[in-house]
C-alpha cells in the first residue's frame, strides 16, 4: 500500500505529493514543524505539539494553515488511512508561495504539509546497548526555541557522530552543552540530581523533557534546571535524552569515555519506564 501523505487538504499517494519549488520553506527554510509518536494508533501528547506548534508560528508572524480542530481531523483521518500503529507523525507548516525575495510576503498562504512514519518506538534497540554520544561546537542559529526546518547544522553534527562510531552529537555553545541534535539532554550528577539546561533561546522547550521533569519530581528525584559542561559529563553517574521519536533514552559513552559504568543506569531506566507507562494516559488524539 502506498503511504498517502497530506498536502493542502489532499491525502495524496507519496509520488504525487508535491510543493512547489517557491515555497519559502524551500528557498529560506521558512518553516516550522513538529515530530510527534504515534502508539497505539494514537498521538501522544498531540494538545502540546500543537501548542508548541502555535508558538512557533507566532515567534515568526507566520500565520496558522487552518484551525487547530482541521489539523487534528486531518491527523486523525491520515493516521486511518495509513493505518498506522506505532511510530511518528511529522507535521510542517511553511509561508507558502512567493517569487524570491527576503522580506516577509503580505501575501502568501501557508501550506500544511503531514506524513506518518512506521518505526519501532517501543522496542528500539538501542535501550539495552545505550548511546555512544560526542560533543561538538553548536553552529546553529540563535533561536532554537523555535522549531524550524533549518537543520543543517544538526545534520552535520549528526553526521560528525557517525562518522566518529557514535549514535549522536550533544552541541556545546561556551563549553555548556545545549542540547542533542534532535533531542535534549541530561545528566545524573555523583549526588543523584538530574541536571538539564533551563528554557530560553539557546535550546528547544522538548514535550517529552516536560512530562519527564515531572514524573522525576513526583518520583522525589532533585531536577535542576541548568547549563552543564562537557567535563560534568565525564563526572555523571548517568546521561540521558529524551525526545518524541526516542523517548528517554540512555547514554553510556561521552566522546570515548564510560559515562557512570558504561551500562544503562537505573534513573535512566525508571524515568523510561514510567513515560511508556502513562503515554497511553496521554494519547490525546
Ligand atoms: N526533535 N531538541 C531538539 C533540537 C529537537 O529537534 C527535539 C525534537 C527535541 C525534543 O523535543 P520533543 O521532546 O518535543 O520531541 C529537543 C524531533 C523529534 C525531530 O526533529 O525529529
Given at each position: 500500500m502506498?503511504?498517502?501523505i ?6 495524496l499517494?507519496e ?12 528557498l529560506?527554510a521558512?518553516?516550522?514543524?513538529e515530530?510527534?509518536?504515534i ?5 501522544v ?14 515567534e ?5 494553515p487552518?484551525?487547530?480542530?482541521d489539523i487534528?481531523?486531518?491527523?486523525h ?5 495509513n493505518?498506522?500503529?506505532?511510530g ?18 503580505e ?5 500544511l ?5 512506521a ?5 528500539n534497540?538501542?535501550?539495552?546497548s ?8 553548536d553552529?546553529?542559529?540563535?533561536r ?5 526546518v533549518?537543520?543543517?547544522a544538526?545534520?552535520?553534527?549528526k ?15 561556551d ?17 543523584n540530581?538530574?541536571?538539564t ?9 522538548g514535550i517529552t523533557?516536560?512530562a ?22 565525564k563526572q ?10 526516542m ?9 570515548g569515555?564510560?559515562?557512570g559504568?558504561?551500562k ?22
Amino acid at each position: 500500500m502506498t503511504r498517502l501523505i497530506y498536502v493542502n487538504g489532499d491525502f495524496l499517494p507519496e509520488q504525487d505529493a508535491k510543493i512547489s519549488v517557491l515555497d519559502r520553506g524551500f528557498l529560506f527554510a521558512d518553516a516550522v514543524y513538529e515530530v510527534s509518536t504515534i502508539l497505539d494508533g494514537k498521538l501522544v501528547d498531540n494538545k502540546a505539539h500543537l501548542r508548541r506548534l502555535a508558538r512557533s508560528l507566532s515567534e515568526l508572524d507566520m500565520a496558522a494553515p487552518c484551525s487547530d480542530e482541521d489539523i487534528i481531523a486531518a491527523q486523525h483521518k491520515l493516521l486511518e488511512l495509513n493505518g498506522v500503529k506505532e511510530g511518528l507523525l511529522y507535521l510542517q507548516v511553511s509561508r507558502g508561495v512567493a517569487d524570491r525575495d527576503f522580506p516577509y510576503p503580505e501575501h502568501s498562504e501557508s501550506s500544511l504539509v503531514m506524513f506518518t512514519q512506521a518505526k519501532n518506538i517501543l522496542d528500539n534497540p538501542k535501550i539495552k546497548s545505550g548511546l555512544k554520544v560526542i560533543s561538538t561546537p553548536d553552529l546553529r542559529w540563535k533561536r532554537r526555541d523555535i522549531k524550524t526546518v533549518g537543520l543543517l547544522a544538526p545534520s552535520m553534527a549528526k553526521q560528525e557522530a557517525l562518522r566518529a562510531g557514535a549514535d549522536d552529537a550533544w552541541m556545546v555553545e561556551d563549553d555548556f552543552i545545549t542540547e542533542g541534535t534532535s533531542n535534549n539532554a541530561y545528566i545524573v550528577t555523583p549526588d543523584n540530581v538530574i541536571k538539564t539546561r533551563h528554557l530560553g533561546n539557546e535550546i528547544l522547550a522538548g514535550i517529552t523533557r516536560t512530562a519527564v521533569l515531572k514524573f522525576a519530581k513526583e518520583a522525589g528525584i532533585d531536577v535542576i534546571e541548568e547549563p552543564f559542561t562537557v567535563a560534568e559529563v565525564k563526572q555523571a553517574k548517568e546521561a540521558f535524552i529524551t525526545s518524541a521519536s526516542m523517548f528517554v533514552m540512555p547514554v553510556v559513552n561521552f566522546d570515548g569515555d564510560d559515562v557512570g559504568n558504561g551500562k544503562p543506569g537505573p534513573i535512566t531506566i525508571q524515568l523510561r519506564k514510567v513515560y511508556i507507562a502513562t503515554a497511553m494516559e496521554r494519547a490525546d488524539l
